[in-house]
């Protein structure tokens, strides 16, 4: 028996294979690998572009009588809009420095501790990273606002409770809490990967446990900036919490002030753009003090004599005290603000109630409420299409990432994805009003302004950065031989593709899709600057329903969308393991 798999290729395949790898860097083929990056730099970066520029030359869009001019900055950095700046930052720090503290404490407890439910605990940290920042606050909002559900329940406004929630104190704690996964998974990394001859050698020296943890500090450094450079840009760049509970508090954040300048009329497009340029640059600086702090230092802990971690088994006290603190936290982060959501869904349009006089009247208003559904089925229509969309383009340009030798194209687009990640959303919105709005789109027929079809292109916009990270990693894990092989035994490139990939990164594609889904579903800041006349976004629906003080039927609606989201991903992760069992476990193990 001859044993195929050392026969060597045949000639005339190995040499049409370099022929065709060749022909790949010319003609159209590099022309298809580069209109990923031409296409994103369009879409996201040009309108972007053209706002900031609003700000240091006015009179080229029509916006003032000066070529040249800082006056929008000096306009910024006076009255309320330097309050709002200067309390972004601090607001940043305070929320970077807290969340990568819990999530340095969270890491040490789920990665080198013998500490029960981890995955329970993982799961609920990917539960903080989908939820919109903006339903923690409302549920903290609803909880304690005056006629809230505590105020109702308990006969009075619980003052003493409304003055930390209603401050920098509830906003920084918010933000912070929708920040700690995003440190935790910069840091987790390491935790999970340092040996433990580190802690040997320590206690060997008899240092105390405080001691070694900082000894062991120092060695996590990357991990802990990284961490809190992220979430310093996530909490200066969110919307939500700027829209809902810093408004309620009358506490300025610069998104909130964004969002406020376009909305008045005449809208004051410079003073936007000069805000957006300070928003950027505080990312830049947390990234710059990042990259500095770490300059000059060698964190090579890795080789190949690193002894494996083994976990530390606590004693009964110290794994309640974990418990406790873990448990603790997720409940104050989740717990709480769903209680408040649940509790005020449920609650009667007026007058004090007790835990029996709760209903389900508010959800049968809602379900038979023609505003509600529309709102419910216009935004479910334009999440679809943007899921499908951003698992497309997000596929190809994660391919382009993914693949070796892709040269200045492949550079181009990793920079462009990383400076998409830092842009707020409503300096996104705000660049999309302005660039077709202008005459010349209309000239050149984008006619897009007050569209349905602008409004989907925010939202790809702004989940084609995160799908396109996303696949990069699967898809690079797919040689090139795969398409050639099934290429050679006769099929054509769709069917090749969908039979000898796709099983492969199946998991990653339904992931990326709910993902982009449940993002924009309750998608708040482009939904509330971009929403065309005539129709209502389910997310500007629910604040429209709060601000009239309809607290019953915000709520309630805001309950059912989450419920129904969390059916449709147990639903479709079901599909994929029925359907694709093979694949499900190729991919769990990888």
């Known amino acids: 028996m001859v044993d195929t798999t050392i026969a060597p290729r045949p000639r005339a395949l190995g040499a049409a294979g370099a022929a065709l790898r060749r022909s790949a860097g010319h003609g159209p083929a590099a022309l298809a690998r580069s209109l990923p990056w031409l296409l994103f730099g369009a879409v996201l970066l040009l309108p972007v572009a053209g706002f900031l520029l609003v700000a240091v030359t006015p009179r080229t869009f029509a916006q003032g009588d000066s070529?040249?001019?800082?006056?929008?900055?000096?306009?910024?950095?006076?009255?309320?809009?330097?309050?709002?700046?200067?309390?972004?930052c601090l607001v940043g720090v305070g929320a970077a420095a807290l969340a990568t503290a819990i999530a340095t404490a969270l890491a040490w407890l789920t990665e080198r501790t013998t500490?029960?439910?981890?995955?329970?605990?993982?799961?609920?940290?990917?539960?903080?990273?989908?939820?919109?920042?903006?339903?923690?606050?409302?549920?903290?909002?609803?909880?304690?606002?005056?006629?809230?559900?505590?105020?109702?329940?308990l006969g009075h406004d619980p003052t003493a409770l409304q003055g930390v929630v209603f401050g920098p104190f509830g906003v920084v704690w918010v933000l912070a809490s929708r920040g700690v996964p995003f440190a935790y998974l910069a840091v987790s990394a390491l935790v999970r990967g340092m040996g433990r001859e580190f802690?040997?050698?320590?206690?060997?020296?008899?240092?105390?446990?405080?001691?070694?943890?900082?000894?062991?500090?120092?060695?996590?450094?990357?991990?802990?900036?990284?961490?809190?450079?992220?979430?310093?840009?996530?909490?200066?760049?969110?919307?939500?919490?700027?829209?809902?509970?810093?408004?309620?508090?009358?506490?300025?954040?610069?998104?909130?002030?964004?969002?406020?300048?376009?909305?008045?009329?005449?809208?004051?497009?410079?003073?936007?753009?000069?805000?957006?340029?300070l928003l950027l640059g505080l990312v830049a600086l947390a990234l710059l003090a990042q990259r500095r702090s770490l300059r000059g230092r060698s964190f090579a802990v890795l080789s190949g004599r690193t002894r494996p971690a083994v976990r530390i088994r606590l004693s009964p006290a110290g794994h309640l005290l974990a418990l406790t603190g873990i448990a603790g936290f997720f409940a104050i982060a989740l717990g709480v603000p769903a209680f408040g959501a649940g509790a005020a869904s449920m609650l009667p349009s007026a007058g004090r109630v007790s835990a029996a006089g709760l209903g389900l009247d508010n959800f049968r208003h809602v379900l038979h409420s023609s505003e509600m559904v529309t709102a419910l089925g216009y935004s479910a229509r334009l999440?679809?299409?943007?899921?499908?969309?951003?698992?497309?383009?997000?596929?190809?340009?994660?391919?382009?990432?993914?693949?070796?030798?892709?040269?200045?194209?492949?550079?181009?687009?990793?920079?462009?994805?990383?400076?998409?990640?830092?842009?707020?959303?409503?300096?996104?919105?705000?660049?999309?009003?302005?660039?077709?709005?202008?005459?010349?789109?209309?000239r050149l027929g984008l006619n897009l302004y007050g569209t349905t079809t602008l409004l989907v292109l925010g939202y790809l916009a702004g989940a084609l950065p995160s799908a396109a990270r996303l696949l990069s990693g699967s898809l690079g894990q797919v040689s090139d031989s795969l398409l050639w092989a099934a290429r050679t035994h006769g099929r054509s490139a769709v069917p090749a593709w969908t039979g000898a990939v796709l099983p492969l990164v199946a998991g990653s594609l339904v992931w990326t899709w709910l993902i982009a889904f449940c993002g924009t579903l309750l998608e708040l800041p482009v939904s509330q600057l971009l929403a065309p006349p005539g129709n209502e976004p389910l997310s500007v629906a629910i604040t429209r329903q709060l601000q009239g003080y309809d607290l019953g039927a915000g709520a309630a609606m805001t309950v059912l969308v989450v419920a129904g989201v969390l059916?449709?991903?147990?639903?479709?992760?079901?599909?994929?393991?029925?359907?694709?069992?093979?694949a499900h476990r190729l991919e769990a193990v990888a």
Do not use: K
Not at 67 to 88: C, E, I, K, P, Y
Not at 228 to 247: H, N, Q, R
């Open 67 to 88: 070529w040249f001019s800082l006056d929008a900055f000096r306009q910024v950095l006076t009255g309320w809009t330097a309050h709002a700046l200067l309390d972004t």
């Open 115 to 153: 500490v029960a439910g981890r995955g329970l605990w993982r799961l609920l940290l990917w539960a903080l990273l989908l939820a919109p920042s903006y339903l923690e606050s409302l549920g903290w909002t609803w909880l304690v606002e005056p006629q809230g559900v505590l105020a109702r329940m």
């Open 199 to 277: 802690e040997d050698a320590a206690r060997t020296h008899g240092a105390s446990r405080a001691a070694t943890l900082r000894l062991l500090l120092p060695i996590l450094a990357p991990g802990l900036w990284a961490g809190f450079a992220i979430v310093f840009a996530e909490s200066i760049s969110d919307y939500g919490v700027a829209a809902t509970l810093a408004a309620q508090a009358n506490f300025p954040l610069a998104t909130g002030a964004m969002e406020q300048s376009i909305s008045t009329f005449p809208a004051q497009f410079p003073m936007a753009s000069a805000m957006g340029w």
């Open 383 to 442: 999440a679809a299409i943007t899921a499908c969309a951003a698992v497309v383009f997000g596929a190809v340009a994660g391919r382009a990432l993914a693949r070796r030798g892709s040269g200045g194209a492949g550079r181009v687009l990793d920079l462009l994805l990383l400076a998409a990640v830092a842009l707020p959303s409503v300096l996104l919105a705000s660049g999309y009003i302005f660039t077709y709005n202008l005459p010349i789109a209309s």
């Open 567 to 582: 059916a449709l991903i147990a639903t479709a992760l079901g599909a994929l393991r029925l359907l694709l069992p093979a």
